[in-house]
């Protein structure tokens, strides 16, 4: 008999057909027990410590699974599973992860019972398909000019947020800041054009959106004016200094009068390229790169205001605000060029930084958004929810419809999909039927994180549903976790949220079910080439607890 041949590594780990795809199941179900509590208002916090060793206090989804290590391979695929739902459109992460999770867990027992994964794939898919054309029939289309309509939309999105309190503030801030760079295409670019500046100190009600850029710079000489009011800014991608070689450049000296002449020459290089700038009559110049010394002692003289070393993104957005135009040589400039719809340029202090503000602009096309509060730790959960509501608001910009929140969705959803199952052959109904009862999750972790009964209010829901289609709105109060009529309540989730959450669980579940074979066969190693044992945050947790326990009763036996 010949012998078999062994083509992977003894210290593999290899899981093949159905034993991977439960392997799946079980990892993407408890990736999202970490964060099922975290849904709803009555949210609980989750305490993380990462591995640089800062201490982290929030109920953000992708924030929470960001920065936590895990090994298997579906669960890392739940957790880029968040990411994409936050960079896509900027809320829903918490919802898309225990949906995918809940999906998975109802199909446990098909594929234990050896159903076909394709056969549970056309199923998913039918039942996918029926669910978004379900949401088109109960969305609720808004006029996207009426800002207390916005602004009511945009606060129950940021409501299960932390720092809840400030939802007022947060959503005027992030309504205003999209409107404010909104093209007349509608072409909102959250990346690009809107700046958030967090800067320690003040209350949090003094955080406003400034119609212009801010950008951490002073100016270069003491006698340089810090407040300039409507100012004609220059901006260019080079440097005020004499041109110098691209690389090495050898310069040889015959005569005891070529080094002067050469100081010279770089002396009248920059006296050209002053005498340029300050022929364009500008008030203030940005410039990419450096500024001499001589560079500035001209423009000093001349009254005008420099500053120096910038980023390209940041000439991007002070050209947005202020309409100038950037530049690559100084002796093209003319006053065409010049930005002159910044109303004032003040240079500002906070704590022991200086900042440049280009401020009041007319019609700019980029803007800041400045955040004062107490700690850095506040400044930076308000950072995620300012973040949140931005892309919320762009998304009702772009799609104004509105689908009922508290659960009110899903249920009418599983309940208007359990009806079509009656309609399949009994094969499809093998996955769609669990589709349709995995989005009573939803529903479901609202009403067990407010403590309520779960099993009796969902029951009662499910009959109202059943009994009258019509009433979509009744969902879960995510306050007291009974029922009630979400439109009256004013919970409202934006139908681009909820439809790509569901695109997103859905397909997720999919890639994860075609999945037969895992192979993890990378395992880091020290020095030596031993296997280094990666432990989870909370077992050093229990294993530092453990260790100051036993010291404190060390301590207490010499006593």
Known sequence: MQSPIIVLNQTTKRDTGAKAQLSCVQAAKATADVIRTCLGPQAMLKMILDSMGTLVITNDGNSILREIDVAHPAAKSIIELARGQDEEVGDGTTTVVVLAGEILSVLEKPLRDGIHPHVIISGLR???????????????????????????????????????????????????AVRLICTDEGVVDLKRQVRIER????????????KGVMINKDVLHS??????????????????????????????????????DILAEEEKQVHDICQAVIATGCD?????????DLALHYL???????????????????????????????RDATEADLGRKCGLYECRKFGDEWWSFFDECENPKACTMLMRGPTKDVLLEMFRIMDDALKVAKNLLKQPALVPGGGASEVSVSTYLRKRCNELDSVEQMSYGPAAVA???????????????TMRILTKLRSIHAEDPSKFNMGINGMTGEIGNMAELGVWDSLAVKAQAYKTAFECAISLIRVDDIVSGLVKRDENG?????????????????????????MMGMN
């Open 199 to 210: 800067i320690p100190g003040g209350e949090l009600e003094d955080s406003y959106v400034m």
């Open 439 to 453: 989005f009573e999750v939803i529903p479901r972790t609202l009403i067990q994180n407010c403590g309520a009964a």
């Open 223 to 260: 006698n340089m004016r810090r407040r300039i009011e409507h100012p004609k800014i220059l901006l260019l991608d080079c440097g005020l200094e004499y041109r110098k070689g691209e690389s090495i450049t050898n310069i040889e000296i015959t005569g005891e009068n070529d080094y002067a």
């Open 300 to 330: 000093s003289e001349a009254g005008i205001t420099a500053l120096r070393r910038f980023q390209k993104v940041q000439l991007d957005r002070i050209a947005a605000a202020t309409g100038a135009t950037i530049l690559t040589d100084p």
């Open 530 to 554: 031993n296997p280094i044992n990666r432990k989870t945050v909370t077992e050093k947790l229990e294993e530092n607890t453990a260790a100051a326990q036993m010291q404190q009763a060390q």
């Open 284 to 292: 203030l110049v940005c410039a990419e790169k450096g500024v001499s």
């Open 126 to 176: 039918r039942a996918l398909d029926d669910a978004l054309a379900h949401l088109e029939t109960i969305k609720k289309p808004i006029d996207n000019t009426n800002d207390a309509e916005m602004l009511s939309i945009i606060k129950a999105a940021i409501g299960t947020k932390f720092l809840s309190k400030w939802s007022d503030l947060i959503a005027k801030l992030a309504l205003d």
